[in-house]
């Protein structure tokens, strides 16, 4: 496992943009692919993007296609998200997850972290 600790969120308005950070601390974390989920208030954790061990394979839900970005520095143990175009229904506490291999479900996870889009 890693242990991975979350920064970047906090109150925007509708339009503006904010970069999520995940630190991560573990010898094998170039190895695992990582996620970010979101969870909004009253509803499950959900699936937001997801980004493979050498950063080559990314995948998004269809609801941040496109707006969203995530990527990963495997020198400085760090993976991003980059959120553009923030709606009212992005807000939720985002929570960063890492996995082995894409195969495992994810066994590490963050605090998370607030992000509030106001309209």
């Known amino acids: 496992q890693v242990q991975l600790v979350e920064s970047g969120g906090g109150l925007v308005q509708a339009g503006d943009s904010l970069r999520l950070s995940c630190a991560a601390s573990g010898r094998f974390f170039s190895w695992y692919e990582m996620g970010w989920f979101r969870q909004a208030p009253g509803k499950g954790r959900a699936f937001v993007a997801k980004?493979?061990?050498?950063?080559?394979?990314?995948i998004y839900a269809d609801s941040v296609k496109g707006r969203f970005t995530i990527s990963r520095d495997n020198a400085e143990n760090t993976v991003y998200l980059q959120m553009n175009s923030l709606k009212p229904e992005d807000t939720a506490v985002y929570y960063c997850?890492?996995?082995?291999?894409?195969?495992?479900?994810?066994?590490?996870w963050g605090q998370g972290t607030q992000v509030t889009v106001s309209s």
């Open positions: 997850a890492a996995r082995p291999n894409s195969v495992q479900p994810y066994d590490s």
């Open positions: 980004i493979s061990w050498r950063g080559d394979n990314t």
